[in-house]
């Protein structure tokens, strides 16, 4: 049997259940889990599965940009069974394959659609890539280059089989930065448990300032807007430029994000929207981590603006499912 797993096979398994995981198993005689701990959600046995079934058909791809021609890579994949009905998946790649971005939008959903055929209970899938990159201090370090979250009604109203994989990826929130043909890094999706707070929470009260405007140009990514943050100096009061390509609502935004701790004055926004005016921008989203002035907000009204400040920006986190410790 041709041990390589392969997008055509995971469509067989999703569209023949004759041919499924556990059937596959069972006929081989080395199945020790049991249909019936998967439909009741035994978390144990549902990790179990998994880890067996991408031992059989493990991500593998074809990398032809490196000496010596084709060669195959496969990948390294960590499952983390959040509950019954939610799982967290990180595929680590070992060799840099971002030169072909087909590669890894047919990747991950290779991961989503052999995960949504075996787990009766998943409800929501949380997917990211991971690449290996250096820091500006030489140390090598996981880099994400592509997050999504992948729910189970979305996912059961598509036909996998007739679209390619990035069209598949289009109908989820999904957070990725191509620039050139390269991924950048970006802020993967993480399972929120409102009952725990790790250390790799987002508090934003300390967040580095220029880590804030990443974060929230992730956000614009995840709401379907294209977003690019400005070079640190000289942004002539722009954190971030988002372009939303909706007919009607579209147009050029002008981003200023400022973590503060203290109430923020109308002349931020009275700058912010001399910017907007400045460079033609349909409108202008001042975020911040505090809150604004009452003056703030009679001075946006009936104006181009949008203010966000921390209880908006924790909501829509939340909604976006980006890892959060509101404070």
Request: glycine share 4%; aromatic share 8%; charged share 25%.
């Amino acid at each position: 049997m041709n041990n390589r797993y392969s997008r055509n096979s995971a469509k067989q398994l999703l569209v023949n259940p004759a041919l499924s995981f556990l059937d596959i198993f069972k006929k081989e005689k080395t199945a020790e889990i049991s249909l019936e701990s998967l439909e009741s959600g035994d978390e144990k046995a549902i990790l179990e599965c998994i880890q067996k079934y991408f031992n059989k058909f493990p991500i593998a791809i074809h990398v032809t940009s490196v000496p010596g021609g084709n060669t195959r890579v496969e990948t390294n994949c960590n499952f983390n069974v959040n509950n019954s009905s939610t799982i967290s998946v990180k595929l680590n790649f070992p060799e840099l394959i971002t030169d072909n971005p087909s590669v890894v939008y047919s990747s991950l959903v290779d991961v989503i659609i052999g995960i949504f055929s075996i787990v009766p209970t998943l409800k929501k899938l949380y997917a990211s890539m991971y690449i290996p990159r250096i820091n500006q201090k030489g140390h090598e370090y996981q880099a994400c280059v592509i997050s999504t979250i992948i729910d189970v009604d979305t996912y059961n109203d598509i036909v996998v089989e007739n679209i390619d994989a990035k069209t598949l990826l289009s109908n989820f929130p999904c957070v990725y930065k191509l620039n050139n043909n390269i991924y950048e890094d970006v802020t993967p999706y993480s399972f929120l448990n409102i009952n725990k707070k790790t250390s790799k929470e987002i508090d934003l009260d300390t967040i580095d300032p220029i880590r804030f405007e990443s974060l929230f140009a992730d956000l614009l990514l995840a709401m379907g807007i294209k977003a690019k943050t400005t070079k640190i100096t000289n942004d002539g009061g722009i954190d971030i430029v988002g372009i939303n390509e909706e007919s009607i609502v579209g147009g050029k935004y002008i981003v200023q994000c400022k973590r503060y701790k203290s109430t923020i004055s109308s002349g931020h926004i009275r700058d912010l929207y001399g910017v907007v005016m400045h460079e033609r921008a349909n409108k202008g989203i001042f975020v911040t981590t505090s809150d604004f002035s009452n003056e703030c907000i009679k001075f946006a009204q009936d104006k181009p603006l949008e203010l966000i400040n921390r209880e908006k920006l924790i909501n829509l986190l939340q909604k976006y499912d980006l890892n959060l410790n509101s404070g």
